[in-house]
């Protein structure tokens, strides 16, 4: 088996598909995953349970469509492939049929930036697309433009997609758009929630970038606001 190429991503691969289950933001196999490669990518195969899945069953696709191996590919193999294609610096996209952020989609509702965590898929809202039969090519395009700017958006009627650079990145940000359609649903219980503005947005995604790479997030505070090491 290890002679299979792509070994290590094929198993990330499933990992990470059983961890989207056993975190709650997949059932079954309704959900998809995949990784860019050289010339191509992988991706989880058509109708199979995660649990049953073996490195040689993830399928390895061009972009022009062309498969290798006994397996299909998923179903929704072409948003995987326009978004990977259309979005250079991301490598793995993550779909799911998460409860929460299905409930909101399929009222065709996004996620405004109610809370500030927002901001982390890089934008003031996370787009709901409109709806299309899954597998299309509308479908496709429709993903395409609602994660322009975004690194997740959601699909009418259906569930949402992630973006990331690494797998464990992916799944992580599928948890939280996921913790952020459960608070806004439960924020509705109370009448319409407060929305931040654009410009506050920008604020928070700027701080992020800054703790992301280990810089202070507040370049410009004064000495006292700003968290420095102990020295003994």
């Known amino acids: 088996m290890t002679s299979l190429p792509h070994f290590p991503q094929r198993q990330s691969i499933i990992a990470t598909c059983l961890a989207m289950n056993q975190t709650g933001i997949n059932q079954g196999a309704s959900g998809n995953l995949s990784v860019r490669v050289e010339g191509g990518f992988l991706i989880t195969p058509s109708s199979l349970p995660y649990d049953e899945m073996e490195p040689a069953d993830v399928v390895e696709m061009g972009f022009d469509g062309t498969y290798l191996g006994a397996r299909r590919p998923s179903s929704e193999w072409r948003f995987h492939r326009d978004i990977l294609k259309a979005r250079p610096g991301v490598d793995v996209v993550l779909h799911a049929h998460s409860t929460f952020a299905t409930a909101l989609a399929v009222h065709g509702r996004g996620i405004p930036s109610f809370h500030y965590m927002v901001a982390l898929v890089g934008g003031d809202s996370i787009r709901c697309a409109p709806y299309a039969t899954f597998g299309t090519q509308e479908l496709s395009?429709?993903?395409?433009?609602?994660?322009?700017?975004?690194?997740a958006c959601l699909l009418a009627n259906h569930g949402m997609i992630v973006l990331g650079k690494t797998v464990k990145a992916a799944l992580a940000l599928a948890v939280e758009v996921e913790t952020l359609a459960r608070q806004y649903l439960y924020a509705h219980q109370?009448?319409?929630?407060?929305?931040?503005?654009?410009?506050?947005?920008?604020?928070?995604?700027?701080?992020?970038?800054?703790?992301?790479?280990?810089?202070?997030?507040?370049?410009d505070a004064a000495p006292e606001d700003t968290a420095r090491p102990r020295h003994a």
């Open 141 to 151: 395009d429709n993903a395409v433009a609602a994660l322009e700017g975004r690194l």
């Open 190 to 219: 109370l009448g319409e929630p407060v929305i931040l503005p654009p410009d506050e947005i920008a604020r928070v995604a700027e701080k992020m970038r800054l703790m992301k790479y280990g810089q202070s997030p507040e370049p």
